[in-house]
């Protein structure tokens, strides 16, 4: 897959077939779409394109009043993740738009004919059946397939009934992870849910007990991290290497009070120096919920049965 973050260097293709999105979380219902993407795209023997945007278009316009999501912005996935995963989808080309408050203000007349139709050249286009584009979201399906013969398009609505087939939605992902419900997410994803993050020192408390911790610093800070509790994990280094681990998500009750939140994760039949290394989590399996307990040996007690119950999920 070739990417492009500047439309002033994306390529002009003849016959390119053409999706568009911000496709966070690139989850099971968005797989529907390129998957049909790249069937009309062989078909016609044309490239295939997806248009995203960085940022987040919620982060320079904001949600309005009513919008139901009022809490800060959660991502599913860093723009590297989303890349990747659209890359594992089989797209061609790549084209990651620069969202600005003054690209917000383009009419849809001036996103079809600057960007589609001159920009990219598309022919063809494949869009769920929600999706908008142009200022105050004003284009869809309709106005496309009213104007198709003027641009020189052909346009291909998926629809309602295909993508809510999946019953899948970012919001739905979303509230299933901060509720600890990893099973459910990872079903909508399509795969286990990654979180990535730097390894930085620590208190090194849990060496003193045979369970040393990887402590992680999050590599993109709008990156939503799951519910506090145990989970059952695998854990990449730089370097590729999977490891079973357990992963606890929390604020450190049995150790103090008022505590800031950790992400720390235990790699199983591990040793070695992890310190400013990049390490990816892979989610499998919630464990448990955070608990106090009294005192460090009843601590270390129950780390050795959520070492049983990692393996056991992670087998």
């Not at 919001?171 to 909508?188: C, E, Q, W």
């Not at 990535?196 to 992680?216: C, E, F, M, S, W």
């Not at 509790?229 to 450190?252: C, K, N």
Request: charged share 20%; proline share 5%.
């Amino acid at each position: 897959m070739q990417v492009f973050r500047d439309p002033a260097l994306f390529p002009f293709l003849t016959n390119a077939v053409v999706t568009s999105g911000t496709f966070d979380g690139v989850h099971v219902g968005h797989q529907r779409i390129l998957s049909r993407l790249r069937e009309v795209a062989q078909a016609s023997g044309g490239p295939s394109v997806v248009i995203t945007y960085w940022p987040h278009p919620r982060l320079v316009l904001g949600p309005p009043p009513t919008h139901p999501e009022l809490l800060a912005l959660q991502l599913l996935n860093t723009l590297d993740e989303r890349i990747a995963k659209l890359e594992d989808a089989g797209v061609d080309y790549l084209l990651i738009v620069p969202f600005t408050r003054e690209f917000s203000e383009w009419t849809s007349e001036q996103y079809i004919q600057h960007l589609l139709l001159r920009t990219v050249g598309a022919r063809q286009l494949v869009i769920g059946y929600d999706h908008r584009f142009g200022k105050n979201r004003e284009g869809g399906f309709d106005y496309l397939s009213q104007h198709a013969d003027r641009y020189g398009l052909t346009v291909e609505e998926i629809p309602r009934e295909d993508v809510d087939a999946v019953g899948v939605s970012s919001t739905r992902i979303r509230r299933a992870l901060l509720s600890g419900d990893i099973a459910t997410a990872n079903r909508y994803l399509g795969y286990c849910y990654p979180l990535t993050g730097t390894v930085v020192h620590g208190q090194k408390l849990g060496r003193t007990i045979g369970y040393p911790t990887a402590n992680l610093a999050l590599t993109e800070p709008l990156k939503l991290v799951p519910a506090r509790g145990i989970y059952a994990v695998w854990a990449i280094t730089t370097a590729g290497s999977r490891h079973q681990a357990m992963l606890s998500i929390g604020v450190r009750p049995t150790i103090g009070a008022d505590l800031e939140q950790t992400i720390e994760v235990n790699l199983l039949d591990f040793s070695g120096d992890l310190y400013d290394q990049e390490l990816t989590l892979e989610f499998v399996a919630w464990l448990r919920p955070e608990e106090k307990y009294q005192g460090l040996d009843a601590l270390t007690a129950q780390l050795a049965l959520d070492e049983q119950a990692t393996r056991a999920a992670l087998a």
